[in-house]
């Protein structure tokens, strides 16, 4: 199965508080998985990656958990802040490949 | 360093008409990407280039798209004739020659195609 699940939608998150997005896949096969980052207008840009053999990466703000077992991955987004507001994108990579697949992106919005 | 550009960013058609869209790496990435995104679903990819050639072409919908990419540098996808389910919007990446699927893709802005 060649897809990655992601959720919320949409979530809304107070100044300060904490972005959690999930995403889930069925392909073990996936050996990459990055997040991106979409501002409107703009195209999306790479956030944080990581690979299936680290359960956890962590960048300023920004850390993914990774759970092998469980074929899921979250980014979590700490002390969010308005400047977050934008469209998140999970998706996972097949070795071999370059070709990504990505989840249905979530929409974060960071109330000042 | 200049980024992926697009052009157009927007583009409005009929169905049944043509239209092409044109996408310029960053100088000197060998690989180069299209994808698209319909509202409100996953960014699918369609193709990818390694220089002039098309390494994989797998999510190319049908036959009505083509893509092109001379020289091995700018890319043009083209569309014809155009149906309602194309419309979208249409994304170019493009990364290094070096580290595989590892490497970052670089996005541009988009293309968004509306078809009537």
């Known amino acids: 199965q060649q897809q990655v699940k992601q959720s919320p939608q949409s979530l809304i998150v107070q100044k300060g508080g904490i972005s959690i997005i999930n995403c889930a896949y069925e392909?073990?096969?996936?050996?990459?998985f990055p997040w991106y980052q979409q501002f409107p207008g703009k195209g999306p840009a790479l956030l944080i990656a990581?690979?299936?053999?680290?359960s956890e990466k962590k960048e300023g703000r920004f850390t993914i958990s990774f759970n092998k077992s469980a074929k899921q991955f979250s980014l979590h987004i700490m002390d969010s802040q308005p400047g977050d507001s934008a469209t998140y994108f999970c998706?996972?990579?097949?070795?071999?490949?370059?070709?990504?697949?990505f989840g249905t992106g979530t929409r974060l919005k960071v109330l000042a | 360093e200049a980024g992926v550009t697009q052009f157009p960013s927007h583009s409005v058609i009929e169905k049944g008409q043509t239209v092409t869209l044109r996408c310029d790496p960053i100088?000197?990435?060998?690989?180069l990407y299209w994808y698209r995104r319909v509202m409100g679903k996953e960014i699918k990819f369609l193709l990818h280039?390694?220089?002039?050639?098309?390494?994989?072409e797998s999510g190319m919908p049908n036959n009505r798209f083509l893509a092109e990419r001379t020289g091995g540098t700018y890319s043009t996808l083209k569309v014809q004739p155009a149906e309602l389910e194309d419309s979208g919007v249409y994304f170019c990446?493009?990364?290094?020659?070096?580290?595989?699927?590892?490497?970052?893709?670089?996005f541009g802005p988009g293309t968004r195609l509306t078809v009537l």
């Open positions: 100088s000197g990435h060998d690989n």
């Open positions: 392909n073990t096969a996936f050996d990459y």
């Open positions: 990581i690979r299936p053999d680290v």
């Open positions: 280039f390694v220089k002039e050639s098309k390494q994989d």
């Open positions: 998706a996972a990579s097949i070795p071999g490949t370059y070709k990504y697949i």
């Open positions: 990446a493009s990364s290094h020659p070096s580290g595989g699927s590892y490497n970052e893709q670089f």
